[in-house]
């Protein structure tokens, strides 16, 4: 959905240095309203398309411009409350689909009040430049992510240099200035470019680490600020990733418990230990042979690593591993990595723009044998995920930037902030979400109990739905649960199996009982 347009009307918004953490300088950069075009889809007939210039460099506003993507839904109620602007995570999504996909997803009455305002951060998708450091990088077959071998060691690492170093030579001059502060100052751009006073905010998985640095830098221009699924500030970068291993492993059990609970269904076994160590088996056979010439080792954990972040998935992946171990059949597996384990185009922008944010962001270890003594101590207690995420966090160990220091979220400057997060999610564990709660005075915490999905509103749970929308509406938060939480809510039910006739929507189960959730999912994708 490329849609560009021209800009007139000239207005000016405040500046943050590249290097900012709580503070940001008087320097006024000129911005332009955005010129809005028609660019909708049959989902999405309402939906229109712009652009805007702002400064690569904040510090030099009169420098080399970036193009940053926008989209639009506009408000039809007599009543505005102004944009909401959508951030779907990443860092390296693409948030121009989601604006659609929140309009259509919420309570007609509550979105026909506000402007939503998806847009692509620089680097991503429409935005241009778009960076692309080395298209390909997760062609099959890698090398197997354990490095139980020198060999395999070295070839991965071989692996992360040369995207680092691929990254560095083709991206020299924008690489310092793709971080979340500069990210969170293009947003106060499009503030600006709306002729807005202030705006409201919407934030998924990273989205909700952008947002209270948005917050963080310009909290006199916060009216309403949600986020699901919350980023711990405390570890960005490098242990977060440790953090979220576990967490994922522990997700990857709770699957291999429900596939025990549906023996009749996959016979793959009632007890889920040994359902897992099928698994496991399965990831040495392929290790040894890929299936189809696609899927090996690393492929498998790819994969089923989606099957972390949102359970509609389950029934399918569970599908392709019985197929694997009970028919030897390899075509359903290597099905099921073109749905939900292979990169395309847009993943290697995704991931180009995810390393250049990250590295970038925070320091990270530069001694190999950091990463190797903790990422062999995470394997040993939960070897799912540790390896085949440290790799892919591995080129910031090579990064040819320096680092900045990363920002101090905590804030006593916002009116109420509502705050979701699941109890169970492996992307972005409970405790950030405690974390969070705490650093920002006054803000409400919704739980999902029980749950283990990435990105729990607008999924189909109406209780914590009910929570989005009068706030949304009103301005209204819980207050005073008991414990941590301002307000529970309990988990959806877990999908059932497929039955033989059930349809996929995009690669997830249509009868799993969760449509709404897939489609959230294709969006929020993926990492974080």
């Given at each position: 959905m490329l849609c560009g347009a021209a800009v007139v009307v000239a207005g000016s918004v405040t500046a943050v240095p590249a290097d900012a953490s709580t503070s940001h300088s008087a320097v006024a950069v000129r911005v332009a309203k955005v010129a809005w075009k028609k660019c909708g889809t049959t989902d999405q007939p309402s939906m229109q398309c712009g652009s805007l210039k702002?400064?690569?460099?904040?510090?030099?506003?009169?420098?080399?411009?970036?193009?940053?993507?926008?989209?639009?839904?506009?408000?039809?109620?007599?009543?505005?409350?102004?944009?909401?602007?959508?951030?779907?995570?990443?860092?390296?999504?693409?948030?121009?689909?989601?604006?659609?996909?929140?309009?259509?997803?919420?309570?007609k009455a509550v979105?026909?009040?506000?402007?939503?305002?998806?847009?692509?951060?620089?680097?991503?998708?429409?935005?241009?430049?778009?960076?692309?450091?080395?298209?390909?990088q997760f062609k099959p077959v890698r090398p197997d992510s354990v490095p139980i071998t020198a060999a395999l060691e070295k070839a991965n690492l071989a692996?992360?240099?040369?995207?680092?170093?691929?990254?560095?030579?083709?991206?020299?001059?924008?690489?310092?200035?793709?971080?979340?502060?500069?990210?969170?100052?293009?947003?106060?751009?499009?503030?600006?470019?709306?002729?807005?006073?202030?705006?409201?905010?919407?934030?998924?998985?990273?989205?909700?680490?952008?947002?209270?640095v948005y917050a963080k830098l310009f909290?006199?221009?916060?009216?309403?600020?949600?986020?699901?699924s919350i980023v711990d500030p405390?570890?960005?970068?490098?242990?977060?990733?440790?953090?979220?291993?576990?967490?994922?492993?522990d997700r990857h059990r709770a699957f291999m418990a429900w596939i025990a609970k549906y023996d009749s269904t996959y016979k793959l076994g009632t007890d889920p230990q040994k359902v897992e160590a099928k698994w496991y088996a399965m990831r040495a056979a392929l290790a040894k042979k890929p299936a189809g010439g696609k899927v090996g080792a690393s492929e498998l954990e790819d994969t089923?690593?989606?099957?972390?972040?949102?359970?509609?998935?389950?029934?399918?992946?569970?599908?392709?591993?019985?197929?694997?171990?009970?028919?030897?059949?390899?075509?359903?597996?290597?099905?099921?990595?073109?749905?939900?384990?292979?990169?395309?185009?847009?993943?290697?922008?995704?991931?180009?723009?995810?390393?250049?944010?990250?590295?970038?962001?925070?320091?990270?270890?530069?001694?190999?044998?950091?990463?190797?003594?903790?990422?062999?101590?995470?394997?040993?207690k939960a070897p799912f995920m540790a390896w085949n995420n440290a790799w892919y966090n591995a080129p910031c160990a090579f990064w040819p930037t320096?680092?900045?220091?990363?920002?101090?979220?905590?804030?006593?400057?916002?009116?109420?902030?509502?705050?979701?997060?699941?109890?169970?999610?492996?992307?972005?564990?409970?405790?950030?979400?405690?974390?969070?709660?705490?650093?920002?005075?006054?803000?409400?915490l919704v739980v999902e109990q029980g749950g283990g999905n990435h990105g729990i509103t607008l999924s189909g749970n109406a209780c914590l739905d009910k929570y989005l929308s009068a706030y949304l509406a009103e301005g209204k938060v819980p207050r005073g649960h008991t414990g941590v939480a301002d307000a529970v809510c309990q988990k959806l039910p877990d999908p059932k199996p497929l039955s033989t006739k059930a349809s996929t929507v995009k690669g997830a189960p249509s009868g799993?009982?969760?449509?709404?959730?897939?489609?959230?999912?294709?969006?929020?994708?993926?990492?974080?």
């Open positions: 702002v400064p690569l460099d904040y510090r030099h506003p009169s420098g080399q411009k970036i193009t940053l993507a926008l989209s639009r839904v506009r408000h039809t109620a007599k009543t505005y409350q102004g944009p909401l602007l959508v951030n779907p995570g990443g860092p390296g999504g693409s948030g121009l689909s989601l604006a659609g996909f929140v309009a259509s997803s919420l309570p979105a026909a009040q506000y402007d939503v305002i998806g847009f692509d951060p620089r680097g991503v998708g429409a935005s241009t430049p778009a960076l692309d450091c080395k298209p390909g692996r992360a240099k040369s995207f680092a170093a691929a990254c560095g030579r083709k991206y020299a001059k924008l690489l310092p200035y793709v971080n979340t502060v500069n990210a969170a100052t293009d947003m106060d751009s499009i503030r600006r470019a709306l002729g807005a006073k202030k705006i409201n905010y919407f934030g998924y998985s990273y989205g909700t680490y952008l947002g209270a909290p006199e221009r916060v009216r309403r600020l949600v986020l699901d405390a570890g960005v970068w490098y242990d977060d990733n440790l953090q979220q291993d576990y967490a994922f492993n089923f690593i989606p099957g972390g972040y949102y359970n509609g998935y389950w029934p399918s992946l569970a599908q392709a591993f019985a197929a694997y171990v009970n028919e030897k059949k390899t075509g359903p597996l290597v099905d099921a990595y073109g749905r939900f384990g292979a990169v395309d185009a847009s993943g290697d922008n995704g991931y180009s723009v995810y390393t250049a944010v990250q590295c970038r962001d925070a320091a990270w270890p530069r001694d190999w044998r950091q990463w190797r003594e903790d990422n062999w101590a995470v394997y040993d320096s680092t900045m220091r990363p920002v101090n979220i905590a804030n006593g400057k916002l009116g109420p902030v509502l705050l979701f997060q699941a109890t169970n999610d492996a992307a972005t564990p409970y405790e950030g979400g405690v974390t969070v709660h705490h650093l920002l005075r006054g803000s409400s799993s009982g969760a449509p709404r959730g897939a489609a959230l999912h294709e969006l929020v994708g993926f990492r974080g």
